[in-house]
């Protein structure tokens, strides 16, 4: 499978742009887009100064956050590695405008055209190429790679400063190129950003600020002489990009039809269980309709052999005599129906008299009654409150991640100069109108919108449920039907769970839900959720129907979905959920800052952020390449 890559050599490149110009001619790009840019910089100061030329371009990264940000799956990567974006997925939601730590997605509302609007060839030919009020970035010239042709800006460039290939051919431009550099003149190539992680494809060679030798093939063609290409330890580029990492599609190809496998026998087993569980709980609905849970953690599973039927659990429960000869009398679980000329009431209360005050040797205990008793409310409190942390810890590292991605940190001398009060307010009503409202995906589809909101606001009603039943019933006692605090858990997890079932059904539909990255962890948050839900309406239903032998089993069950659902969510897509909105916040945010004209001097930008991440990309090459002169850069143009 090929791997295609762009490695650019600074040492050749001139700034002359055009690539650029190149770029803007093959994609038809409006004003003040620019998938392929040269940032000039200057370093150093008077007499040591020293210009830089830096070209910038889709990085078409193996993790690309972009992708990852998007929440309409309108980003992809093809199995050759270009990432692209489909123009009639994307709905301008902007996330991946701030997930890109480059700048290298541009989104802007109304496109500015070069020529007049009676101008025949641009109106037919050039913009309808691309789609309005969609993002839009380099896209390696696809249509040309698909052709055996170079991309536009590599075929342009008149010093071949761009070099294009594949990385898993090693006969290829780019693989001889970059064997050639390391042993002709020991360059390296490297990544922009590698904090990011992103594992770009589009690679560098710095310039050779101290080296005497040519830098064109310096002695290179001797050393290949009889070595053969294959046989070079192949640096560079490998080293940073292991060959393990490259040959990824074909991992993640057998890796995704494992899981889709895995997914159809998980799906058909676990419905199977959940159908059988369903109908022995109606099977045994003829026990009392009391919530036993609620009142012991008695499930009955010590059976009639134990101490009579009245064994350690039952026997030491809180439950009053009244209730206790009640369920001696009928029966619960496995025990049997002891009838008063079998067990009088005097013999019944000696015997539990006898029962609570003998101490039990640990090996008397049954095992459902010690897990009963480590699930009390008040320990189960305790535990989550541990998931939770953990969670939370978690789910702030990634948080921490999409923010250095955006790059906002560069951004604060420009957000104190713009208000950070103000675009703190920009932010949260982006968070609250495009995070907690979703309006972005109620202008597409309103159906789609009110089956997310059903999971959405599902779990906020089912969160609220937890909170006030921690306050008004924390130890969890029986209610009637029709108390609210049964009906508010009971209504938002079915929300919820229609709403699952909603996105379970688009999982059989729609083969762009998943654009292939995030198949494994979409498919466990889907599934958590469905499990935790199905858990949870079963240990409610037993509970009613009086299936106490099954309760504690399925209780389990419920509190390990639940669990894996916690500690999970901030790898799972439920991190959509925090991450998408806090994007889109940043997107508005800068879009502001730049339509203000603080951050770049003029009032167009097309990619909001640009001009932070291109300074933070500036400064890092230079500290790379010539760390003396980084003291003093200054970014002189770019497009
Ligand atoms: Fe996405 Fe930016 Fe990486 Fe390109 S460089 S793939 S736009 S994250
Ligand atoms: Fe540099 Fe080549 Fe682009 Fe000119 S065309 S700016 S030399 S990469």
Excluded at 10 to 28: F, S
Excluded at 164 to 184: Q, T
Excluded at 578 to 607: H, N, Q
């Amino acid at each position: 499978m090929a791997r295609y890559a762009m490695l650019i050599d600074m040492t050749r490149c001139i700034g002359c742009d055009a690539c650029t110009v190149a770029c803007k001619q093959e994609n038809g790009t409006p004003v003040d887009t620019f998938f392929a840019r040269v940032i000039n910089i200057e370093a150093g100061k008077y007499p040591a100064v020293k210009r830089f030329y830096l070209p910038i371009l889709c990085n078409h990264c193996d993790d690309a956050p972009c992708l990852k940000a998007c929440p309409n799956k309108a980003i992809f990567r093809r199995d050759d590695g270009i990432v692209l974006i489909d123009q009639d997925r994307c709905k301008g939601t902007g996330a991946c405008v701030s997930a890109c730590p480059y700048g290298n997605v541009y989104l802007q509302k109304v496109d500015r055209w070069y020529l007049e609007d009676d101008m025949e060839y641009e109106t037919k030919h050039v913009r309808p190429r691309l789609k309005e009020n969609v993002a839009r970035k380099c896209t390696y010239c696809a249509h040309r790679v698909d052709k055996g042709l170079d991309p536009a800006c590599v075929v342009a460039c008149p010093t071949t400063a761009r070099i294009f290939g594949d990385l898993e051919d090693d006969h290829s431009a780019i693989s001889r190129y970059i064997v050639e550099e390391a042993i002709g003149t020991g360059r390296e190539p490297f990544h922009l950003l590698p904090e990011c992680k992103t594992n770009p494809a589009t690679c560098y060679l710095g310039p050779m600020s101290e080296q005497e030798t040519a830098t064109l093939h310096g002695g290179t063609e001797e050393a290949f002489v009889g070595i053969g290409v294959t046989e070079i330890a192949r640096p560079a580029v490998h080293a940073t990009r292991p060959m393990s990492v490259l040959k990824k599609v074909d991992a993640t190809g057998l890796l995704t039809e494992s899981l889709s496998l895995f997914k159809k026998a998980f799906i058909r087993i676990t419905s199977l269980l959940g159908l059988t569980l369903l109908v022995a709980a109606v099977a045994m609905g003829q026990g009392p309709k009391t919530d036993v849970f609620s009142t012991s953690n008695c499930v009955g599973c010590h059976g009639a052999a134990a101490m009579g039927g009245l064994g350690p659990p039952l026997a030491k429960t809180k439950i009053t005599d009244a209730e206790f000869q009640a369920i001696v009398r009928k029966g619960k679980g496995m025990m049997p129906a002891f009838s008063a000329d079998a067990l009088s009431d005097s013999d019944l209360n000696s015997i539990r008299d006898e029962v609570r005050l003998k101490p039990w040797l640990p090996d008397q205990v049954p095992l459902t009654y010690k897990i009963g008793s480590l699930l009390t409310p008040q320990k189960l409190s305790i535990y989550f409150l541990f998931v939770f942390g953990f969670a939370f810890l978690f789910g702030l590292k990634v948080l921490w991640y999409w923010v250095d991605c955006t790059g906002i940190r560069q951004a604060r001398p420009y957000l104190r100069k713009f208000g950070t009060g103000k675009a703190a307010l920009i932010a949260l009503r982006a968070m609250i109108v495009d995070g907690f409202l979703v309006a972005s995906l109620f202008r597409r589809s309103p159906l789609r919108w009110f089956m997310h909101g059903l999971i959405l606001y599902g779990f906020c009603g089912l969160m609220l449920a937890d909170i006030l039943i921690a306050i008004y019933n924390p130890m969890r006692a029986e209610l009637p039907l029709g108390s609210a605090l049964k009906v508010l858990p009971l209504v938002s997890g079915l929300a919820v769970f229609i709403g699952i079932l909603y996105v379970k059904y688009r999982y059989q539909k729609d083969e762009f839900i998943d654009n292939g990255v995030t198949l494994g962890r979409d498919f466990l948050f889907v599934n958590l959720l469905f499990h935790t839900i199905l858990s949870g309406f079963f240990v409610f239903f037993l509970a009613r129907l009086g299936g106490s032998a099954w309760i504690l089993t399925i209780y389990l069950y419920h509190l390990s979905s639940i669990t894996l659902l916690i500690a999970t969510a901030p790898f799972t897509r439920f991190s959509h959920a925090w991450v998408v909105p806090a994007l889109v916040a940043v997107t508005r945010g800068t879009e502001a800052l730049t339509e203000s004209g603080v951050e770049i001097g003029y009032r167009r930008e097309p990619s909001p952020g640009r001009h932070h991440k291109t300074d933070r990309i500036a400064r890092q090459v230079v500290d790379l390449v010539d760390p003396v002169k980084a003291k003093t850069i200054v970014i002189r143009y770019y497009p």
